[in-house]
Nanobody
Framework: QVQLVESGGGLVQAGGSLRLSCAASGLTFSSYTMGWFRQGPGKEREFVAAISWSGGSTYYADSVKFRFTISRDNAKNTVYLQMNSLKSEDTAVYHC??????????????WGQGTQVTVSS
């Protein structure tokens, strides 16, 4: 079955960096747009970034643009999210997702369980 497993979350001070990874299995990884979403305490799940199947196109939420970078390695069936200049408002559970793409969760068919990112101020 399809599995998306995130890793790399943790506790970091404001201004610091983290790199999230999402390893996929059970699907033809290179056929899917991959996305990152996050859900903070008491908030709805929100779009963070997405990358096309080839890696040629990337998309970012305004709140993370120029701070976060999404990338993928189709040979390793893995998508990454490099997060720099972290802020307290970035604190959330981060989920990776595979699907047809877009800015809304409905555009993604498969989801990981998530990894917690906590930014202390």
């Amino acid at each position: 079955q399809v599995q998306l497993v995130e890793s790399g979350g943790g506790l970091v001070q404001a201004g610091g960096s983290l790199r999230l990874s999402c390893a996929a299995s059970g699907l033809t990884f290179s056929s899917y747009t991959m996305g990152w979403f996050r859900q903070g305490p008491g908030k709805e799940r929100e779009f963070v970034a997405a990358i096309s199947w080839s890696g040629g196109s990337t998309y970012y939420a305004d709140s993370v643009k120029f701070r976060f970078t999404i990338s993928r390695d189709n040979a390793k069936n893995t998508v990454y999210l490099q997060m720099n200049s972290l802020k307290s408002e970035d604190t959330a559970v981060y989920h990776c997702a595979a699907g047809s793409g877009g800015y809304r969760p409905v555009g993604y068919k498969y989801w990981g369980q998530g990894t917690q990112v906590t930014v202390s101020s």
